[in-house]
């Protein structure tokens, strides 16, 4: 009884405080490409003024309307190019008045980009690091989607199921058992035991598949998987070799002749990957020659920019020699291609940016340093947050701890990556009248770069 009671207490004295930029413009986002409406309703539901669109920008369209925005949310088609950034990034002095006022301007510039995808190369990360814009995207929201493509996949190969389907679409019926398995008590190899490898082992366990795994890193083990000692081992034991590996240099051709024949007589390849990680030639030696029974690939070195574009050889030079095929199951990688993962997507990058520009938090960002603060509590009223980017030079936290000095600095965290810091710091006893001052003597410091107060 004690311990409930004590338990409510705490958590009243801790309610955080929503935090809103000191600066009376408010937010501006510009979301495109069909993100999610749940995104939207997240960030209306915030206050933010939103602006959607089904659509891409183009590059001169961006540097047109980008201007007008704090934060932008995207997929992969809109490209933020260093012109972009740069747009961006411009003092906007249409307002003179506002201008005069805050000289820093710092609430007139685009403060966050949110890739509502999960790859980010379409953003010039070091560009927008160097003007203090965080990245954020959602990596792992399709981790599930893909594990459970694979399932479909290991069950699929082993009863030559896209053969039969294809031959019945043709008016053919071939009811036969040989070649076809059950997959309870067979060996699944799984290189790379990360977000989905690891997904996976559980599912496939599920089923009565024994599970090895591969990885650079000793991982423990899920439920009964056995992690070995090599890629080797791995090959020389799985009936089924799936891989869940980054595109890395290390992993380019990581499956290649000798690793092919490393598999067992009859055994089957799947890749969700990345397209490099197999050679593909190999590959259809390997299952030419009726080394392997199946292969199940989902990703290639070049893929197609767009849906109804073929995938010929004009784009790999071996695409029709892999189509004719047997038991070789291709789709147009679809592994997180699913609406749960677009909705988790969604989620997952609309809260990030409302945690970056409400609360200045930047955990998960891609090409900025990771800072956090526990929440100010809405009991501390005066207190304020300073949420500092400036570039990684020896003298600076001296410089701004001189700024912050007169007041009590309830908590602070600063980090770097590579040539940008961050500094969090909450102070308390602030005057509304401070507010301005402190912002204005920080921006003064030789290496700022953005310094935004919440309050
Ligand atoms: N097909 C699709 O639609 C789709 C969707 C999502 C992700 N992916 C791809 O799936 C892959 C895995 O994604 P994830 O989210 O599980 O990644 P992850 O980062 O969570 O896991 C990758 C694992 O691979 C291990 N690894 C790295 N190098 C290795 C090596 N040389 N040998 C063995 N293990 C190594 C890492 O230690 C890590 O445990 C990525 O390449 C990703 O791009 C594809």
Known sequence: MHRKDSITTTFSIRQPKVLHPVDNEDLRLLILENISQEAVRAFQAQGFHVDHSTKAMSEDELVEKIGSY???????????????????????????????????????????????????????????????????????????????????????????????????????????????????????????????????????????????????????????????????????????????VPELPETTNMISTTELAQMKQGAYLINNARGKVVDIPALIDALRSKHLAGAAIDVYPAEPGANGAPFDDSLNNWSSALRQLPNVILTPHIGGSTEEAQRMIGEEVSLALIRYLNFGSTLGAVNFPEVDLRAITAEQGDHVRVCH?????????????????????????????GDIAYLLADIADVSPSDVNKIRELINKTNANILTRLLA
């Open 70 to 244: 704090h934060a932008i949310g995207i997929r992969s088609k809109t490209k933020i190019t260093e012109r972009v950034i740069k747009a961006a990034s411009k003092v906007r002095c249409t307002n003179i008045i506002s201008f005069m006022l805050s000289p820093a301007n710092n609430h007139l510039k685009l403060l966050v980009i949110g890739c509502f995808c999960i790859g980010t190369n379409q953003v010039d990360l070091h560009t927008a690091a160097k003007v203090g814009i965080p990245v954020f995207n959602s990596p792992f929201s399709n981790s599930r989607s893909v594990a459970e493509l694979v399932i479909s996949e290991i069950i699929a190969l082993s009863r030559q199921y896209c053969e039969r389907a294809f031959e019945m679409r043709q008016g053919i019926w071939n009811k036969q058992s040989k070649g076809c398995w059950e997959v309870r008590g067979k060996t699944l190899g799984i290189v790379g035991y990360g977000h989905i490898g690891s997904q996976l082992s559980v599912l496939a366990e599920a089923f009565g598949i024994r599970v090895l795994f591969y990885d650079v890193l000793n991982i423990m083990p899920l439920g009964s998987a056995r992690q070995v000692e090599s890629l080797k081992a791995l090959l020389n034991e799985s009936d089924f070799v799936t891989l869940h």
């Open 389 to 417: 980017v400036h570039k990684n030079i020896p003298g600076v936290l001296r410089q701004v701890n001189e700024v912050l000095s007169p007041y009590n600095v309830e908590k602070q965290y600063s980090d770097s990556k």
